[in-house]
């Protein structure tokens, strides 16, 4: 059977490997008294709260679950108006918001109206994998530029300005960032708006973790630089909904059409009793849960990061959101005996029966040194993780 060029183009997803090897283990050392600890996936421990829960049991008996508009509820739009003005001061109308099918389709939509083939998009390295990938099929070709610690490791203006060519269209960012958990200064941000701006350009941001922001200097949605901006977001790390599958994306007002033909075409709608759900993320009760639940992701780190550097697992910068830790393990895999983020993961699962993922999918630029951690798992089983890193590397 021969398949498209453009399915040939994507990677694989290299922590898809090690997650079935760790689902593997866990079978083996269930009953153990080590079974797997999975510090490898980047989803809340958290479900949806009670009121979310019931509001999509009440669309279910009333038979709310025939099609929605493209654009997504109505209702739900406003509310997601609502939340930006509440919580960032954001006049963000709702005509410029668009409902999506996860986070994962709105950046398939923005890419399909945005991106030609043979334009070229700059991202950082590292960088969440799928994201160059969207770019990848909407056929562009995704640049990463290698970023430091002292950047962040996120892209600067003086670096978009350098990389520009003529095949560029713009810029893909998140902030906070999945692995690293850092975010853009909003100076700097704004930079990089400016350059990409005058060119003509386009600066989409993932901005999926903003929710989960400990730190106000990072804290604000980049829709306050402008109404060119392109933010995607989601239900899925915040407001704990995962497999519900619902994101949503802002856009400037001239694109909404283009967006709603395409999704009409390639999702109908996002999923009705997801969007009906949703409705109750929004209700005090909800958020001050959404509230509780960002402190305890925030004592989280504060936990795990120092425990793992005096492990020899440093991470060079501390995340200002999300929940994960960018460490470095060029020390600790010389304790184990093995080279490279690849081999110490594995080793890691051997013998802890710990899983993490290895630097490898989010780039080149030095990730063969990294390992993210994710702290989206209870304090106990964090605190049993560094146990188990301290017995190994002592």
Aim: proline share 6%.
């Amino acid at each position: 059977m021969k398949f498209s060029s453009r399915a040939e183009r994507i990677e694989p997803f290299y922590v898809m490997e090690v997650a079935k090897a760790a689902q593997q283990m866990a079978r083996e050392v269930a009953a153990t008294r080590e079974p797997m600890i999975f510090l490898n996936i980047g989803e809340p421990d958290f479900t949806a709260p009670p009121a979310v829960q019931e509001a999509a049991e009440r669309a279910l008996r009333a038979g709310s679950t025939q099609y929605t508009n493209a654009l997504g509820l109505d209702a739900l739009r406003e509310r997601i108006s609502g939340w930006y003005a509440e919580r960032f001061g954001l006049q963000v109308p709702a005509r410029r918001i668009v409902v999506t099918a996860g986070a994962s389709a709105a950046l398939q939509l923005a890419c399909l109206a945005l991106i030609e083939a043979g334009d070229e998009v700059l991202m950082p390295d590292p960088s969440y994998p799928c994201n160059r990938h969207f770019v990848s099929a909407a056929e562009g070709r995704a640049v990463l530029l290698p970023t430091t610690a002292e950047e962040r490791f996120q892209l600067s203006a003086a670096k978009v300005e350098a990389a520009w060519g003529p095949k560029t269209r713009g810029v893909l960012l998140a902030s906070p960032s999945n692995p690293t958990g850092t975010s853009i200064a909003p100076g700097e941000l704004r930079r990089i708006h400016e350059v990409v701006r005058a060119r003509g350009g386009v600066t989409l941001i993932d901005e999926i973790y903003l929710g989960l922001s400990h730190d106000d200097a990072f804290g604000q949605s980049a829709l306050a630089i402008g109404e060119d901006i392109v933010s995607i977001n989601s239900f899925s790390k915040y407001f704990n909904m995962t497999g519900w599958r619902l994101g949503w994306m802002v856009v400037p007002e001239a694109m909404v059409p283009v967006v709603e033909k395409l999704a009409q075409h390639l999702f109908i709608c996002a999923s009705t009793i997801s969007q009906h759900a949703a409705l109750a993320c929004f209700e005090p009760e909800s958020i001050a849960e959404y509230e509780r639940r960002r402190a305890e992701f925030r004592a989280r780190r504060d936990f795990f990061i120092p425990a793992l550097e005096a492990l020899g697992l440093p991470v060079p910068v501390a995340p200002d959101g999300a929940f994960y830790a960018w460490a470095d393990c060029t020390q600790a895999a010389h304790k184990l005996g093995v080279q490279g983020s690849w081999d110490f993961a594995f080793e890691l699962l051997r013998r802890a029966h710990l899983a993490i993922t290895p630097g490898r999918d989010f780039g080149s630029a030095d990730t063969q040194r990294f390992v993210r951690f994710s702290t989206a798992n209870s304090m106990a089983q964090l605190q049993e993780a560094v146990a188990r890193l301290r017995a190994l590397l002592g």
